[in-house]
Structure formats: structure tokens, C-alpha cells
């Protein structure tokens, strides 16, 4: 039942419960029609009162058709034969039949090949039993105008599970194509990329060359020729800012931005830009302490940078993965040979969550850079460590 619950439901969309209900509901009335008609007409044979059961739950049954097309079918199968076995009942056309080719059918349409080759015997045994039960019924001649529907029910709700099935490969195939595109087209635009930046890299090493080659002369004319100094000095300045220019160019390129934004051109954030990045996270929820041991002392840029993108990214992990309420110390330590970082929140966070993005290998990467190390992982008493030591003669 699991199982054929879970491939109806997959097929359940844009086919609304209303419609079934409706359906349910007009077969309910016209079966207790058909049933009065029938009873008037004194061709009953049991009980006026069992046989408006039989019909109201064979039909008002089928309001759950499309979300237990298997269960449904045994139920109306039931209703049907199961009195047949104890004492005879009327049997209609829309009070008994047309209900069980509605989930013969429904059973067709969207259970698996094994739940409908089951479907289809039970809905046999069912028409047999009425045919070999009711009197009115039990004749060669009507075994057609019984087996030939209930045949043909199935036979289309089959037909068209396959071309539903085929309709959805399709479209999941054309997904799948589009990703690949785009994928591909992604792959190609960052080789692009990477290759206009390797030649900017190639224009902006000239552009140095020259700036030293021309600082040179402008130092060997300085005594003898101050006037003509001032030439090569003019030159340095011009391609140094060509050499700015192609810098933010290429920084651009590799960000996939066009590399003239106002804020790239900022100046990058460093230690002393920390308590702004804790007051933002505090802000966000986040309770983080910051504490500094040791005497401060001014890093190089490249290494300025790297420990607050080192404390951003630890900090926006514990703000990612350790749960509502969680508090983080952020601790600086400035050794007689290295700094050290150290950020421990007491979350829920887990090396899986963490590691399931890139930020730890980018964080290791950075440290890498200047030679340094870093740790994380899980804290014993729980929550999560990231540990960066960074050696200052290597900065």
C-alpha cells in the first residue's frame, strides 16, 4: 500500500480532490436512484435498507480514489461481492458497476504493473461472484457486457500511466539538458575569464617593469638634471594608474562583476574592522564576545586581511550552523612570533554541517597563504572550534 500511496501522489498534480468528490457524490445519488427504481420495480432481493449501504459506501468511496487508488478498489470490490457471499442484494448499473470501473481504472491509471495485475483479479473475482450470485445477472450472455468494460477501464488507464510516465522522463530530460547548458556555459565564461585575467596579469607585470626601469632613471637624473627628472617621473605615475586600472579589471573578471564598483575599490577590511563585524553579527542574533591578549601590533595588509576574512567566515558559520541562541568568543593573540585566532561557539554545530560548504577549505587556504595553520572540528563539551595560528615572519 506504501508504495502505490507514494506513485499516486506523484501523479496527483493538477488533478484536484474536488473533482473526485463530485464524481463520489453523483454517484452516490444516482446509484440511490438506480436502487429505487430497481426496488419499486420489486426486482430487489434483500434488504431495502443493506442494499442503500452497499451502494452509498461502493460510491461515496470514491472521493479517496486518487490517494488510495489500491485501498479504494478493495473497498468497492467489498461492497459489491462481499453481501453476494451472505444473501443476495440488488445489483445496478450506477450504483455498483460503474463505481468499480471508475477504480478498476483508477487502479490502471496510477498504481504499478504488479498492484494493477492484482487490481484486475480482484476486480474479476468481484464480477464473478455477482454473476454466479444474482440471479438476474448469472446468464451467459451478460458475462460481455461485464468483462469487456471492466477490460477496456483498464486497458486505457495503462495506456496512459505509460504516456504520463513518458511525458515526465521528458521533461526531466529536458532539466537535466538545460543544467548541463548552463553548466556548460558556466565552465566556458570562467575559462574566459580566467584567461583575459591571466593576460591582464601579463599587462600589469609590463606596467611594473616599466614604473621600475623609469623610477630608475628619474633617481639618475635627480643630481645631474633635476628638470629632466621630471619626465620619467610623470611616466611612473601615468602607468602606474594604467596599472591600477588594469588591476581592478582583472579583479573584476575573476569576481564575474565588471570590476569598476566604487566598494571594490575600497579599502579591504583588517583587524580593526573586528568589533564592526561583531557588532553586525550581534545584530543578526548572534551573541559573540571579542577578547585580545598580548601587544597589538600592525600587520601587513595581506595578513590584516586574512584574519578577518578568517573571523568573518568562522562567525558566519556559527551564525549558519549552531541554533537559535548560541553564543561565540572571538579571541585575538599576538605572540612574540605569530597571531593566533581562536573562534569556539557552544551550538549544535557538527563537522558535517560545517564541511558541507567550502568555507573551512577556504579559511585552511587562507592561513596557507602566509604559512600558517588552522584546526576545526567539534568541541568535546560541545559546540565547534576554529583555531588559526599565522607565523609574523613569514607576513
Known sequence: MASVTAVHRTGDVGEPRFADVVLAVGLAVAGQLDLRYNLDNSTQYGPDFAAAVVVAVA???????????????????????????????????????????????????????????????????????????????GSA?????????????????????????????LAARARRLEVEHEAGVAAALALERNRIARELHDVVAHCVSVMVVQAGVAEALLDRSPEQSREPLRAVQETGREAIAELTRMLGLL?????????????????????????????????????????????????????????????????????LGASAWLRLSYGPRSIDLEVIDD?????????????????????????????????????????????????
Not at 470514491?62 to 459489491?80: E, K, S, T
Not at 478498476?104 to 494493477?116: D, E, H, K, L, N
Open 59 to 137: 460510491t461515496l468511496s470514491l472521493a479517496w480514489r486518487r490517494r488510495w487508488p489500491f485501498g479504494v478498489l478493495c473497498v468497492v470490490a467489498g461492497a459489491i461481492a462481499g453481501p453476494e457471499l451472505f444473501g443476495t442484494l440488488t445489483f445496478t448499473l450506477w450504483g455498483h458497476f460503474v463505481p468499480l470501473l471508475v477504480a478498476a481504472y483508477t487502479v490502471a491509471r496510477w498504481c504499478s504493473g504488479r498492484m494493477a495485475a492484482i487490481g484486475a483479479g480482484i476486480v474479476g473475482v468481484a464480477i464473478a461472484v455477482v454473476l454466479l450470485r444474482v440471479p438476474a445477472t
Open 141 to 169: 450472455g451478460n458475462i460481455p457486457f461485464a468483462v469487456v468494460p471492466a477490460a477496456v477501464v483498464m486497458i486505457v488507464g495503462r495506456v496512459l500511466r505509460r504516456g504520463h510516465q513518458g511525458a515526465t522522463e
Open 255 to 323: 569576481r564575474g562583476g565588471s570590476g569598476d564598483s566604487p566598494d571594490r575599490l575600497a579599502p579591504q577590511p583588517g583587524v580593526e574592522q573586528l568589533p564592526e563585524l561583531v557588532e553586525r553579527l550581534g545584530a543578526s542574533g548572534l551573541d559573540v564576545q571579542l577578547s585580545s591578549t598580548g601587544a597589538p601590533r600592525s600587520l601587513p595588509p595581506g595578513m590584516d586581511l586574512t584574519v578577518f576574512r578568517i573571523a568573518q567566515e568562522a562567525l558566519t558559520n556559527v551564525l549558519k550552523h549552531a541554533g
Open 347 to 395: 551550538g549544535t554545530s557538527t563537522a558535517s554541517s560545517v564541511d558541507s560548504g567550502h568555507g573551512v577549505i577556504g579559511m585552511a587556504e587562507r592561513a596557507s597563504v602566509f604559512g600558517g595553520r588552522l584546526e576545526a572540528g567539534p568541541r568535546p563539551q560541545g559546540g565547534f572550534r576554529v583555531f588559526a595560528t599565522l607565523p609574523l615572519e613569514a607576513g
